[in-house]
């Protein structure tokens, strides 16, 4: 059951003919929420892109929620004021429990900047649903790696409330995992996520 109320009458919640359960079941693994979290230019896609590519090598449902797709269509409507960024995590954390209940592996790379949202959305299921990966590496990697060139941009004031610069980014306190992307090989942070899917029992050791 949705944990919130709806803001129109007459709503009621219908429970699926095929649960998360059986999915798993029929699937050989459990669905989990991977939620990648960091500055801008930390690496969050290329990993979360390099995990989904190795589950998927495996024959595992699992897809990819990136920000920047999302605010192409469902997220469109949206700018980056403190409110704005509230919404576009809220939506992306209902959407996020909707692929869970599929019995899907979501992996989302947002920078999801305020530790309140994430925990949000962290509140939406259950604890061994979730699993924050804070991909950790320095804002003065992520300004020499800039590859969409934002923050010169946001230097030089073209962009606005910017995370990092002129918008603060709050970084977890507990996550399940911190990988300094900054200098972490690609291929052993995405052993690292395959290992604890492992040990949390979300997909078979190989």
Known sequence: MNSFTPQVANITWHEASVDRVARADKRGHRSAILWFTGLSGSGKSTLANAVNATLFKRGLASYVLDGDNMR????KDLGF???DREE????IGEVAKLFLDAGIIVLTAF???FRADRN????LVEADDFLEIYCAADLNVCEVRDPKGLYAKARSGVIKEFTGISSPYEAPEAPTLKIDTGVQELSVSVSRVIRILQDRKVIPSM
């Open 111 to 113: 920078i999801s900047p």
């Open 72 to 75: 192409h269509g469902l997220c």
């Open 120 to 123: 949000k959305v962290k509140a």
């Open 88 to 91: 576009n995590i809220r939506r």
């Open 81 to 83: 004021s403190g409110a």
